[in-house]
C-alpha cells in the first residue's frame, strides 16, 4: 500500500558504473520529482515530470537521465558514477493542476554509494 | 529566487519541554505556501504542517504549531510537550503558487537536527 515507492532502498556501485534507480506512485499525481540529499542533508531538486513530459531540469550532468515511462512511474538512470554522486535520491509526487500547494509525498528514498 | 534559512544546524530538550525551531526566506511573491518536513532515522521524509501565505491564522496539528510572521518572512515551527519520536531532521520548506506546466518546486533550507532527551 505503499504511496511513493522507490527500489532499491540501498545501492552500492564502482566508479564508472551504471545504475537505475525506479519509483512508482499509486496516488494517481500527475507530477513526480527526484531530489537529491547530500551528505550534509541539504535537499535539492534535479528533475519534474508531469504526465510524462519533462518540466523541470535543474543543472544536473547530463550522466543523470530520467525516464518516465507513464505518469506513474519516474525512473532515474545514472551512467559513468563518480564518487560525487553519492547521496539519497529521494522521488516524490504532487496532485496537479487545482490541487496546487498540498506538498509532496516523498518515497523512501535510495541511498547511493560510489566506491 | 526564493532561499530558505534555517540558523538552528542543532537542538535538544528535554521530553515534554517546548522547543521552538526557526526558518526566514526570502522571496517577492505575495502569496505562497510554506511546510514543514521531518526526516526521522529512518530517512522517510513526512508532512508535518503547512501554512498559505494568504491565511492570517498560523496552522496548528495536534502538538505541532506555526508562528507565520509575513512581513518580516519568519515561519517557526513550536513542538509542544515533545516527545522521543520527535527526534527527527526538521526541514522548513517553500512552494510558489503557480504550478510551472504542473510542476510545483520545494525549496527546502539546511534542516535542523532535534534530539528529544528522556
Known amino acids: 500500500d505503499t504511496a511513493v515507492s522507490q527500489t532499491p532502498k540501498y545501492l552500492v556501485t564502482q566508479m564508472g558504473n551504471d545504475k537505475s534507480i525506479k519509483c512508482e506512485q499509486n496516488?494517481?499525481?500527475?507530477?513526480m520529482y527526484w531530489y537529491k540529499q547530500d551528505s550534509k542533508k541539504f535537499l535539492k531538486i534535479m528533475f519534474s515530470?508531469?504526465?510524462?513530459?519533462?518540466?523541470i531540469n535543474e543543472t544536473v550532468p547530463n550522466r543523470f537521465s530520467p525516464k518516465s515511462p507513464d505518469k506513474a512511474h519516474l525512473n532515474l538512470h545514472i551512467n559513468s558514477l563518480e564518487l560525487g554522486d553519492s547521496a539519497v535520491y529521494f522521488c516524490a509526487s504532487s496532485p496537479q493542476p487545482y490541487r496546487t500547494g498540498f506538498g509532496y509525498t516523498f518515497g523512501s528514498g535510495t541511498r547511493l554509494t560510489v566506491v | 529566487a526564493q532561499t530558505v534559512t534555517q540558523s538552528q544546524p542543532e537542538m535538544s530538550v528535554q521530553e515534554a519541554e517546548t522547543v521552538t525551531l526557526s526558518c526566514t526566506y526570502d522571496?517577492?511573491?505575495?502569496?505562497?505556501?510554506l511546510f514543514w518536513y521531518k526526516q526521522p532515522p529512518s530517512r522517510q521524509m513526512i508532512l508535518v504542517i503547512r501554512q498559505e501565505a494568504y491565511k492570517q491564522q498560523n496552522a496548528t496539528e495536534n502538538r505541532f504549531s506555526v508562528n507565520f510572521q509575513k512581513a518580516a518572512k519568519s515561519f517557526s515551527l513550536k513542538i509542544s510537550d515533545s516527545q522521543l519520536g520527535d527526534t527527527a531532521m526538521y526541514f522548513c520548506?517553500?512552494?510558489?503558487?503557480?504550478?510551472?506546466?504542473?510542476?510545483?518546486?520545494?525549496?527546502f533550507g539546511q534542516g535542523t537536527r532535534l534530539t528529544i532527551n528522556p
Open positions: 515530470y508531469n504526465n510524462k513530459e519533462l518540466i
Open positions: 520548506a517553500f512552494m510558489k503558487p503557480r504550478p510551472i506546466q504542473g510542476a510545483q518546486k520545494l525549496v
Open positions: 496516488l494517481g499525481h500527475d507530477t
Open positions: 522571496t517577492s511573491e505575495n502569496n505562497y505556501y
